[in-house]
C-alpha cells in the first residue's frame, strides 16, 4: 500500500528550460540548439546540480569556449529567466494528495545557489515534509545513494513510497531503490499511474 509520494521538481511542479532564455540570443533556433547542446549539455549543468559554485563553472566552461563567454556568463546572471511558472495541475495534484492524508516530500536534482529563487517563486514548496537538494548533499539522481538519503530523511519506505520523475534514468534509479516509480509526462497520465498503484486522488 503507497502511503508516501516522493516528487521531483522541474519539468514535474516547475517548469525549467534555458530556451526561456536564450530563444531572444541568437538568430536561429538550429543555433540557439546547437548551442545548448554543444556549449552547455546537460553533463555541465550537471555539475552544477552536484555542487560545482556557477563562477567555476561557467569560468572552466568558458576557458574551453571562449567565443561564448559572454553567453556562458548568462546561464547564471539570467538563470530566473529560464525559471517558468508552475505546472497547476501537478500542483493541485500534490494538494490532493496531502488533503488525503498521504505523506510527501521531494528530491531535486537542483543547485544550492538557485534553489532559495524558486523556494521564495512557488509557496506550495513548504507543503512538502522534507526537500533533498542535490546541490546541498553533492550528490544527484540517479545515483542510488541520493534515493537512500531521501527514504533516511522522511523516514519514508521504500516499497510503500512512489517516486515521480520526468527523467528516465532517474527513474531507473528509483527502481533499484525499491521504489515503486512514475514516469512523469503530463498531470493527467500522471493523476492515472497514480490511480492504478492504487492512490486515491
Not at 532559495?116 to 513548504?126: G, I, K, N, S
Not at 513510497?161 to 531507473?172: G, K, R, S
Amino acid at each position: 500500500m503507497i502511503d508516501a509520494v516522493l516528487f521531483d521538481l522541474g519539468n514535474v511542479l516547475i517548469r525549467w528550460d534555458p530556451r526561456n532564455h536564450y530563444q531572444d540570443r541568437f538568430a536561429s533556433a538550429e543555433a540557439m540548439e546547437r548551442f545548448l547542446a554543444e556549449i552547455t549539455p546537460g553533463t555541465w549543468n550537471h555539475e552544477m546540480d552536484l555542487g560545482k559554485p556557477f563562477a567555476q563553472a561557467i569560468a572552466e566552461r568558458s576557458a574551453l569556449h571562449p567565443e561564448h563567454g559572454t553567453l556562458l556568463a548568462e546561464w547564471k546572471s539570467q538563470w530566473e529567466r529560464m525559471l517558468g511558472g508552475a505546472i497547476d495541475e501537478s500542483v493541485t495534484l500534490l494538494a490532493e494528495l496531502r488533503e488525503a492524508g498521504y505523506r510527501v516530500a521531494a528530491l531535486t536534482n537542483w543547485s544550492a545557489e538557485t534553489f532559495p529563487v524558486a523556494r521564495e517563486r512557488f509557496p506550495f514548496l513548504d507543503w512538502f515534509e522534507d526537500i533533498v537538494i542535490s546541490g546541498v548533499e553533492g550528490i544527484a539522481k540517479p545515483d542510488p545513494e541520493m534515493f537512500t538519503l531521501a527514504l533516511a530523511r522522511t523516514g519514508f519506505v521504500a516499497d510503500r513510497t512512489v517516486f515521480i520523475d520526468d527523467n528516465l534514468p532517474n527513474i531507473e534509479g528509483a527502481r533499484h531503490a525499491g521504489l515503486h516509480t512514475i514516469h512523469f509526462v503530463s498531470p493527467p497520465q500522471c493523476r492515472e499511474a497514480l490511480r492504478v498503484l492504487g492512490v486515491r486522488v
